[in-house]
């Protein structure tokens, strides 16, 4: 069931969604090769507290294992979504996917970035362009009279123009009082297809685009999320509400864009 929000109830999702934006700002501003993801991780999860929040994913339940352990999904290179936190060093020339949510006032933010760890391929960049591109791209499609497969179909089309992959098996989601409502909002679609998109409706899209091929494998602790040809993968993540016909983002890369400078 689809649960459409008021203005309040957009406000404080607003609220939420601006939380997780500046965690994920401070956790720009220490991204260097030496840090490790679970120094980020603690930051993370101090940062939140110290705002009266609580981080969403610590102790997520997962049907096929353990509850997750961390506060932010950190995911490297190869890693689509869902990796832990860990105390390997990132490394020059890395890329980590920082997913966060934060539950505050009986409402869900859920964002994430894929940051460049000091110098970068150029191809590599080039995933990450193209991927937030997508991301925005899909977001422009949310308007009312179109449908969620609108979203999936503009993410789809611009990923597979540039030869790379999307991972069908993880998709967006309503969100809400829970952070993962109805409907899903999957990266691939056609056009008219699925929900119509109404005022009130609050999504997270979320594409994860892989530079080869979209297969993907669970790792042993049956939570990270790799691609099988071992190549690099991107996620962002933006939550919106549609308000007044159009999409309103509710979180935001702004600050973190302005740290990174223009790296692609
Ligand atoms: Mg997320
Ligand atoms: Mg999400």
Avoid at 83 to 105: K, W
Avoid at 216 to 225: A, E, H, Q, S
Avoid at 232 to 249: M, P, Q, R, S, V
């Amino acid at each position: 069931m689809i649960f459409l929000k008021t203005e309040d109830e957009i406000e404080l999702m607003r609220a939420a969604n601006q939380l997780v934006a500046a965690t994920l700002t401070e956790i720009a501003k220490k991204i260097q090769p030496g840090v490790t993801t679970l120094q980020l991780d603690h930051l993370a999860e101090e940062f939140i507290r110290d705002h009266g929040a609580i981080p969403t994913f610590k102790g997520f339940p997962n049907p096929y294992g353990g509850p997750f352990p961390a506060s932010i999904c950190a995911s490297v290179n190869e890693e689509v979504v869902h990796g832990i936190p860990n105390d390997r060093p990132l490394e020059n020339g890395d890329i980590v996917s920082v997913d966060c949510g934060a539950l505050l006032n009986g409402f869900n933010g859920d964002s994430c970035y894929t940051f460049c760890v000091g110098e970068v391929k150029d191809e590599v960049k080039q995933l990450l362009r193209v991927t937030k591109e997508s991301l925005y791209l899909g977001i422009q499609s949310a308007i009312t009279g179109k449908r969620i497969g609108d979203i999936g179909f503009a993410v789809q089309e611009h990923c597979e123009s540039h030869g790379y992959g999307v991972v069908k098996e993880f998709v967006g989601h309503g969100i809400g009082k829970e952070m993962h409502e109805d409907p899903a909002v999957p990266n691939y679609g056609r056009r008219g297809n699925g929900p119509l998109i109404k005022n009130g409706l609050c999504i997270a899209i979320e594409p994860m685009i892989t530079m080869g091929s979209p297969q993907i494998g669970m790792m042993p602790d049956r939570w990270t999320v790799k691609t099988t040809d071992g190549k690099c993968a991107a996620h962002f993540e933006h939550t919106i509400a549609i308000h007044h016909g159009k999409a309103d983002i509710l979180s935001s890369f702004e600050e973190i864009e302005k740290i990174e400078g223009k790296l692609y």
